[in-house]
């Protein structure tokens, strides 16, 4: 523990070094620069990176995994707090519907210099953020247990749970699966996943009325069951840490995780064994579909609306630093899957890179999906208790979000 | 003390009562009858690393313009209050017309958030108070009863639920219960039964948090009942002793009359805290098994990335209604007491 954290203390104090001495060309002069980011390793990366061009401007970051909660009221205040907000295909629509991000269209026109079109978020023609990552939940496997017990590598859920009962059944593990199934915002997540793998859409076309409640959503209801079986029983508290920790105990051999965690699983720390044995590979599809049970997430930087221009532009000036800096992406190429210009894949981005090859959906970026999101992860968790069907659990989901959507003004 | 006096010494309490408590709660009063504008949204193309989709978007043009004349949003009076989120009027009509058996109409009665929630509330309530009272009563009785010598350290060591942090000792007790920690390995070696899981079940769910509560509360009690024996007068008991009066007869009968209005000021308290059960159902991250009545404001206000505050603040207003009526009884009969008193 104590090793790992002098590792991190040291790596910080060479970015530091890093920064001051080998990118002082930004010329930045003023302007405060104050940014809110969720906490993984590539972000830091990412903001480190971004500090090493800062000038004489103010620089704080505010890296916390409960960014989700403080980013809309941080950034309605006027001043806002951050002058800008790492953020994802999900965390951008609250801030769209609130008004709270400016458009970028002049900043990158005038400092973008090295950002590629590509790794430009444009809605209705104004470019509303700057994504430089990409991200996917994919699976992890065990390939001594699997090679031992004469399983083939694993592309579908069906071949999934068969996998996990034949582990189970030879008695190396009880729980031999693994994924993120914490009541809330996780187990949404696990639900939404594996419902776009079977086909199905949230709404009905054009409007903001669920459309869960069919076959589709019983049968990735009963598929996320029949896994949760397979599962350590606490598997209702776990998160993406709590799992991660379940497998580098050797209590997993199979498992569906971010790839933005691969970095974390694949270092030093821990048993060696279990390291050299973890492999990577894409998503599983689910029920004969072409389409991987996984969806595709960008990590971008948006700016804050109720912030002056100065510290917009030294803002922008310093993150798009970041976001064209090929040093950075080849320093850091295991930490990520870097969407800036330069990057080249390693072992550990084997699963972004499959999910788009397979033509993984991005997270639908709908301004009413994150009610959605939120009454799935509290409505599903009776079902996979056994206290109520597949189609009562799918018709709370829908109750839960009318009330909220209507309290919201979408209905 | 004379009125006059009165109101001076009150007067900085109250004042900062009405700003701190008081103006909140009309606030929040008055936001729960509010719901958002109709959202205008409009068809826009979208692009991103993966490609692009014609999607939609809030219109901001035409919902700022709405905003700014309204800003606390659309007026919707009890709209809130009786939505499938909260009381679940119309769904409960439903309900009763639908079901055939009465066992099936409760089952989709407590399906419902909201009495869901106030179902665990309440059974929180019931089950920790009573015993929060008989445990700090017991433990401040065999107390008094140790010498003088060791009471301090015991003491201290009485009160250490308390002074640990909530969420500091529900993540220990959480730690200490996974199926891989010291009593859920434990206990599925006894009952010999792999897949058990106190996390897992709902029913030992709650009565883990059950027992976590009576542990965290039961302190405080403890401290004001043992405070409360300090002034119990000797010469009664004493001439209880004499008279030949068993332990028991001497705590019925003397000890317990002496301090009843303390037992009562506990009670009130007590009760008033575990109806704002929520600590333990973070520290426990028993969101899934068992939801209290400010574990759904909180959802509200954080857990979705959209923060429905109408929805919040009518939880909010109906959980101060729950602690009135809860405290209802005990406050008439004080009431009454004090009336003949004077």
Redesign the interface.
Known sequence: MRETNMKKILISLLFLLFGTSAYADCNIKSGSINILANDFPALRTFVETAKGCKGSADFKVTHSSEH??IA??ALTANPSEFSARIAA???I??L??Q?LIRPLDDLVKKYGKGIQD????????KIMAV?FM?NTQHLYYREDVLKELGIAVPKTYEEVVAASEKIRASGKM?YPYAAAY????NLAEEFVNMYIGHGGEFFKA?T?QPSINNAKGVATLNMLKKLAGLS??????HDSEAIKVEWESGNVALMTLWASRSGTLLDDDGDAKITAATKLTGPATVAGGNIPAAT?W?DGFTLAKNRSDADAEATFRALAHAAANKKMVADAADQAVW?IEGFKPGPKSIGVIEA?KMKAK?YP???QM??M??AL??EI??FL?G??SAE?ALK?VE??Y???A?????L | MPNKTFFWFFLPTGLAMILFIGLPIISTGIQSFYAQHDQVVKEVKKCDPFGCTVSIVVDQEKTSKIREEKPLGKFNGFGTYVDRNHLAIEEIGNFWNETNSFGEFVDQVTNLPFYKALIFTLTYCLFVTPNVLLLGFIIALSLNAVTRRIRGPLIFGTILPMIVTPLVGSLVLFWMIDAEGIIGANLQMLMDDPYLSLKSSKTLTWITIIIYGIWHHSPFAFVVFYAALQTVPQEPVEAAIIDGASRWQRVRHIVLPHIYPVVTFVALISLMDNFRVFEPIIGFSAEGSAQSLSWLIYDNLVNEEVILFGSAAATSMMTIVGIAILLAPVLIRTWKEFRTAR
């Open positions: 989700n909660k809309v009221p295909n999900s965390s629509v609250p769209m519907n008004d590509s790794q430009l978020i444009t809605i209705d023609g994504a990409a009880q914490k009541a809330g915002w054009g903001a350590n029983p606490d598997y209702l508290t595709l960008w969407l788009v991005p970026m709908l301004p994150g009610l999101h939120g992860g509290s968790v009776e208790q206290k109520e009562q709370d109750a839960a009318m009330s909220k209507k309290e919201q003004g979408f």
